[in-house]
């Protein structure tokens, strides 16, 4: 007899994921990412690319991040400058090989501090790299089926 309690998985709903393979070379108008064999990348771009707005520069332009780290306590408050430092380091390095692993915006209000991403690895990263330099509490609250991972560092 057939087993009937199989497991269905609901498919992961992205809109800023493509539904088909772009369009070779296609460049970003804003950032000037080029889409080039199978992947977004920094390089030159070729004088016959199609224009297409890459995600990163989609999200940003719509306001949909695709993580969401925020630092709270009294440590962060006192360590602003140095945290700020840490995390644009972090950015800095990982865009050079990704351009969609970019921050969106870094706000401040209410004693706590939000950084938006494009990505949602790129909220684990910053996070993992201000655990790692400063300890304290990290908490990684993930998506049910969709959504922004949410990273929270205190401390």
């Known amino acids: 007899m057939p087993r009937r309690d199989r497991l269905i998985r609901e498919r992961r709903h992205d809109p800023y994921q493509s539904r088909g393979k772009p369009r070779e070379p296609s460049t970003c108008p804003?950032?000037?990412a080029i889409f080039h064999e199978g992947r977004w990348q920094w390089?030159?771009?070729?004088?016959d690319a199609h224009a297409l707005t890459c995600p990163a520069c989609q999200r940003t332009a719509d306001q949909m991040p695709a993580g969401i780290l925020t630092l709270s306590g009294d440590f962060?408050?006192?360590h602003r400058k140095e945290i700020l430092g840490l995390i644009r380091h972090a950015e800095e390095r990982e865009a050079k090989q990704h351009p969609l692993k970019r921050i969106m915006q870094i706000s401040e209000?209410?004693?706590e501090m939000q950084v938006t991403t494009c990505e949602a690895s790129l909220a684990r990263s910053l996070g993992d790299a201000i655990h790692h330099a400063y300890?304290?509490?990290l908490d990684y609250h993930y998506p049910d089926g969709g959504g922004v991972l949410r990273v929270h560092w205190k401390r």
């Open 30 to 32: 804003s950032c000037q």
């Open 43 to 47: 390089a030159r771009s070729a004088e």
């Open 76 to 78: 962060h408050l006192d």
């Open 109 to 111: 209000s209410g004693g």
């Open 135 to 137: 300890q304290g509490e």
